[in-house]
């Protein structure tokens, strides 16, 4: 399963924010932030060159605000989705906000960083769906969790913390999981591991016990088990 880095620019002219932007981890969540511009006029020249796939926007800047860029700016880009975020959260700033083409409305200081990343796969899952007219809306959440599962399979890892991050529920969560790869959340586990396992204890000289611990598996038992009826020998035999 293949995901393409969404492009995310940014208004504001809270430089600070600007700064704090560029330096998200924007790859984890398969973006990558494109440019920035601290007032609207700036922006629309910017937002031509770069067609960035979102724009977080501010209302309150200097020369033109986020309102009267918005005018201009999502007739010329229909595909790009607008996300105001600013410290004004009034519902008539959200009212005309929306009916000028923006998709969200987020107040400054909402989100933390894990948030903000959750949102973003919301929205990436949500375009693509329109895009795709399919029913692939948590594509990219399921590509995350593959993702972190990559990384952090030798740990103790389990699909709660997944889809407490996600914002979703562990049965959703696990049954979109399912559909994207056909396997469930701890047999995928325990494929990752297996595969670890039979590595170190082919081509290193660690012991059974050891193997066990670099995987994530502390009882050394339940790691015999669990290879054998995965690869039907013993760890012993293996080696």
Not at 63 to 76: N, Q, S, V, W
Not at 159 to 188: C, I, P, R, W
Request: hydrophobic fraction near 40%; proline fraction near 4%.
């Amino acid at each position: 399963m293949e995901t393409m880095n969404k492009k995310v620019m940014w208004i504001d002219d809270d430089v600070p924010i600007i700064e704090a932007m560029k330096n998200f981890p924007w790859e984890k969540y398969y973006c990558q932030f494109v440019g920035s511009a601290t007032n609207g006029k700036d922006a629309v020249s910017l937002l031509d060159a770069l067609e960035p796939d979102f724009v977080f926007l501010d209302i309150t800047m200097p020369i033109m605000d986020g309102l009267e860029f918005l005018k201009i700016a999502k007739p010329r880009h229909p595909d790009t989705d607008f996300i105001i975020y600013s410290a004004f959260c009034e519902f008539e700033y959200a009212r005309e906000a929306i009916r000028l083409g923006a998709k969200d409305y987020i107040a400054k200081g909402e989100l933390t960083d894990e948030e903000l990343g959750s949102y973003l796969l919301k929205m990436m899952g949500r375009k693509e769906s329109r895009e795709e007219e399919t029913a692939g809306t948590y594509r990219y959440e399921v590509q995350y969790v593959i993702d972190e599962l990559g990384k952090h399979f030798t740990e103790q890892v389990s699909m709660d913390q997944y889809a407490n991050v996600l914002g979703l529920s562990v049965n959703y969560l696990g049954s979109l999981f399912f559909k994207e790869t056909g396997m469930h959340f701890k047999d995928y586990l325990t494929k990752l591991r297996m595969e670890r396992a039979n590595q170190l204890l082919r081509f290193t000289p660690l012991k059974v016990f050891e193997v066990a611990e670099q995987v994530g598996i502390p009882n050394v038992q339940y790691f015999i088990t669990l290879f054998t009826k995965y690869y039907g020998v013993t760890p012993g035999q293996v080696k």
